[in-house]
């Protein structure tokens, strides 16, 4: 559904534009709404961000979990506890919340990146830290490739 990286820019009040192709993928959806959390990847901060119907599928994943487990409740509390709503707006652009902007490190110029089923937000400069040591471990040991059948 969402696939590819995208640069855009975050405006003054914190807006910035969702990129065309995945404006597409939502409105397959039928639905401008989405969720937009806190996320780490590599030990940096970006931004998860849902279609509202993948969030409710996602939550009844969640839900399903030992109830009691403290790392689950310390996820929930992290990242669903973290989770804004957002409206795309009629030029296409959602506002992100300052407290995620913030976490996030979210400056002028930021990567959209698709990830199947959601979409992440990055700082830039951030993103090519973490792609460039994707790029290393997937090809510093083929086998991984090998069980991929590629």
């Given at each position: 559904m969402f696939?590819?990286?995208h640069?855009?820019?975050?405006?003054d009040?914190g807006?910035v534009?969702?990129?065309?192709?995945?404006r597409e993928?939502?409105s397959?959806?039928q639905?401008?709404?989405?969720?937009?959390t806190n996320?780490k990847?590599r030990?940096r901060?970006c931004?998860?961000v849902?279609?509202l119907s993948?969030?409710?599928?996602?939550?009844e994943?969640?839900?399903?979990?030992?109830?009691?487990s403290?790392r689950?409740a310390?996820?929930?509390d992290w990242?669903v506890g973290?989770a804004?709503?957002?409206?795309?707006?009629a030029?296409?652009?959602?506002?992100?919340p300052h407290?995620?902007?913030e976490?996030?490190?979210?400056e002028?110029?930021?990567i959209?990146?698709?990830?199947?089923d959601?979409f992440?937000?990055w700082?830039?400069d951030l993103?090519?830290?973490?792609?460039?040591e994707n790029e290393?471990?997937?090809f510093?040991?083929?086998?991984?490739?090998?069980?991929?059948?590629l």
């Open positions: 696939r590819g990286n640069q855009y820019s975050v405006d009040k807006r534009a969702i990129p065309a192709r995945f993928a939502l397959g959806l639905d401008e709404r989405l969720v937009v996320f990847r030990g901060p931004l998860d849902h279609p993948g969030w409710q599928r996602f939550l994943k969640v839900g399903a979990q030992k109830r009691f403290p689950i310390a996820f929930e990242y973290g804004h709503d957002v409206q795309v707006d030029q296409g652009r959602i506002l992100v407290i995620l902007r976490y996030a490190k979210l002028r110029e930021v959209f990146a698709g990830v199947s959601r992440r937000i700082n830039k993103f090519h830290q973490v792609h460039s290393r471990e997937v510093e040991d083929p086998t991984l490739l090998e069980d991929l059948g």
